[in-house]
């Protein structure tokens, strides 16, 4: 597989994960689609912050330092294609599934929390942009030394 056409793939999941979100947003704010059907409900808004603000809590981290965990970095090392795009959609997918999530779990249930960790979501799928340089980097190998962090951490 083509590295143009690994990063186009990445590319589209990454604007479906950020772009998608907003959309939403966009038609629950324009009153299309009804906002705070289930704002009446207080135990299941329990348990759906309970869970989201874990999932949240966890996979952000997780996908941040993904490439640089060592049975992923070594399987990076060996330049194929495919990957790459298994493991950066992985990737993708662990920060923006909960910001999908929590951006509809806010909507249903008017609750602040769930923008804040849609938003800290968002803000996160920022760093794990598919550009030409990082799909590069991450298959060198060359981010370990360069990024000025301590890969022992």
Known sequence: MKRIRVRMILLYIWLLSF?????VA???ECDILLAGGK??????????????ELVTICTI??????????????????GKDNVLLRWSVL?????????WGNTL???????VSFAYMAIIGGLSLLFI????????????GEHNETDGCNSKL
């Open 91 to 99: 990737r993708m997918l662990l920060i923006g599934i909960p910001v």
């Open 26 to 28: 966009a038609l629950f």
């Open 61 to 78: 981290p997780l996908a941040l330092r993904l490439f640089k965990l060592p049975p992923v970095a070594r399987r990076l090392a060996s």
């Open 39 to 52: 704002a009446d409900q207080n135990s299941s808004e329990f348990i759906a912050v309970a869970i989201m």
């Open 105 to 111: 779990f806010y909507y249903f249930y008017m609750n």
């Open 19 to 23: 772009i998608g979100p907003m959309l």
């Open 129 to 140: 942009y598919p550009s030409k340089g990082k799909c590069k980097m991450e298959i060198s």
